[in-house]
C-alpha cells in the first residue's frame, strides 16, 4: 500500500504552514521518482477560494526544482478549514489525490 509519513510538520516559508510527508513509493512525475512532497491549505482571500496546494518537495521541505507548480492533490475548497479534523482532511484527500497515498503520522496514526 502505498503510504505517506508525516517527515515535518509547520514548514515555514510556504503561503501557510505546510507539512511535508515521505512518500513510499516516491511517485513519479514525468521520468523522475520523487520522494517528498508538501501539502498546505491556503485560506480563502476576496475573489479566490481557499485550496489545498501539493508540491514536490526536498527533505528539508522547500519547494523542489525551481518554481512552485502545483500537482495532483491541489484542488479547491469551497470554504475555509474550520477544525483540526477538516485541515487534517483537507491534507489527507490531497495526498489520495496524488496517487493513492494513505497518511501515517509518527508512532503509526
Not at 513519479?28 to 479566490?48: K, L, S, Y
Request: hydrophobic share 35%; charged share 20%.
Amino acid at each position: 500500500m502505498a503510504t505517506a509519513t508525516l517527515h515535518k510538520d509547520n514548514v515555514g516559508g510556504h503561503v501557510s504552514p505546510a507539512r511535508c510527508w515521505k512518500l513510499d513509493p516516491p511517485v513519479r512525475i514525468g521520468d523522475q521518482e520523487h520522494e517528498f512532497v508538501c501539502t498546505w491549505v491556503t485560506p480563502a482571500r476576496p475573489h479566490q477560494s481557499a485550496e489545498v496546494v501539493a508540491v514536490l518537495a526536498t527533505e528539508n521541505g522547500a519547494v523542489a526544482g525551481k518554481s512552485v507548480q502545483r500537482r495532483a492533490g491541489s484542488y479547491t475548497l469551497h470554504t475555509d478549514p474550520d477544525t483540526p479534523e477538516h485541515i487534517d482532511g483537507a491534507h489527507w484527500l490531497a495526498l489520495q489525490l496524488l496517487g493513492g497515498y494513505m497518511p501515517s503520522l509518527p508512532g503509526g496514526k
